[in-house]
């Protein structure tokens, strides 16, 4: 399956899953080289704090042309959350 | 002297974060964490959200739990502490959101005038790489013969430090955060806020420190806790505090311990 993200650039969600990590790796310290998965743990696991997610809007815009509001950001608890959030924003094709 | 014959606290809720606890972060998509390759999972996101803990006054506070305790002196009747906030949070625009609160610091084991009863209404831009909230502030001491209304605008850096708003290291659960403000009522008054959190395991601690500047004169107010989970959002813990808070800013101290329970819902 393969959408399409806001400046009409075609995903598969392996490959929306595999850029959301890369961007949550990029902002873990000491995560460089760790496994991070769907169900890795924001706050729990990597430590993020409340206002900390909200780091993750930027570079899913530029990455992935996906603009995700803050009341959206602060719900999430995992990284599959966010693969889900910037999927469920792509348009279907 | 007093003698603490029992103690009760209650802990309710903590939006977010403890953060490291499961049981305290917003709940919209906690339930998420099972179906995470559900692709809508966040769309599910309610439009409310309520956190309960120790203060509305940061994100640390709602940490904290909520606690009440209650000591017994010598046969006289038991003494209540009481520190408490619930924040209700809704969204307004994309990279905006509203917040209301009510806080309690009270109790009959402490004098009236270190206790405080609070309200307020905030407004969060998220400018990444700061966060900026602007907002008003009602408080008012034990008697309500002290009472305080006043503007506040701070912010805090998103990130970009070892250690703020993420943990130091995945071996170092320690993380921190800093708030520069200023409030307006009945003078004008910068301040500065510093939260430092350290986890392990079931076992978390924070330290909030917030120093005003009032009048030429600069004051201090610290608080802290350490908690053990015990089961779900029920903690054991211990909490203190001193120095000069608003809105009379008298000297005062306590230390407790009990029992807690910490809680985040979405509706």
């Known amino acids: 399956m393969r959408r399409k993200d806001e400046r009409g650039h075609w995903w598969t969600d392996g490959g929306v899953e595999r850029a959301v990590i890369r961007i949550v790796r990029a902002l873990s310290p000491g995560w460089a080289r760790r496994p991070i998965a769907r169900r890795t743990r924001l706050h729990t696991d990597l430590g993020w704090d409340e206002w900390y997610v909200l780091r993750v809007a930027k570079p899913v815009r530029t990455t992935l042309h996906v603009a995700l509001d803050d009341r959206a950001l602060l719900s999430l608890r995992t990284v599959g959350d966010l693969v889900g959030s910037v999927w469920s924003r792509m348009a279907a094709a | ?267």
């Open chain 2, 1 to 267: 002297m007093r003698a603490r014959a029992l103690a009760l606290a209650l802990l309710l809720g903590a939006p977010a974060a403890a953060q490291g606890q499961d049981t305290t972060r917003a709940a919209p998509a906690a339930d998420s964490a099972h179906r995470a390759s559900a692709p809508a999972a966040a769309d599910t996101a309610r439009r409310w959200a309520l956190l309960i803990g120790h203060s509305y006054s940061s994100a640390r506070a709602l940490l904290q739990p909520a606690t009440l305790v209650l000591e017994q002196e010598h046969g006289a009747p038991l003494y209540s502490v009481v520190d408490a906030g619930a924040l209700l949070r809704s969204s307004l625009a994309p990279r905006a959101w509203l917040e209301l609160g009510l806080r309690a610091r009270a109790g009959s084991a402490r004098p009236p005038g270190l206790r405080a009863y609070g309200a307020m209404a905030r407004l969060f831009a998220d400018l990444d790489p700061v966060l900026v909230a602007g907002g008003y502030e009602y408080l008012a001491d034990g008697h309500f013969a002290a009472t305080q209304g006043a503007a506040t605008v701070e912010l805090t850096p998103l990130g970009g430090a070892p250690g703020l708003g993420t943990w130091v290291s995945p071996a170092l659960h320690l993380r921190w955060r800093p708030w520069l403000g200023v409030s307006w009522g009945g003078g004008v008054r910068p301040y500065a806020r510093a939260a430092a959190e350290l986890a392990s395991g079931r076992v978390e601690a924070g330290l909030e420190a917030t120093g005003w500047l009032v009048g030429g004169n600069a004051l201090g107010f610290v608080q802290g806790d350490v908690s053990v989970q015990l089961v779900g959002g029920l903690f054991l813990t211990a909490s203190g505090e001193a120095g000069r808070a608003p809105p009379r800013f008298e000297p005062g101290g306590r230390i407790g311990l009990g029992l807690g329970f910490r809680l985040a819902t979405a509706f």
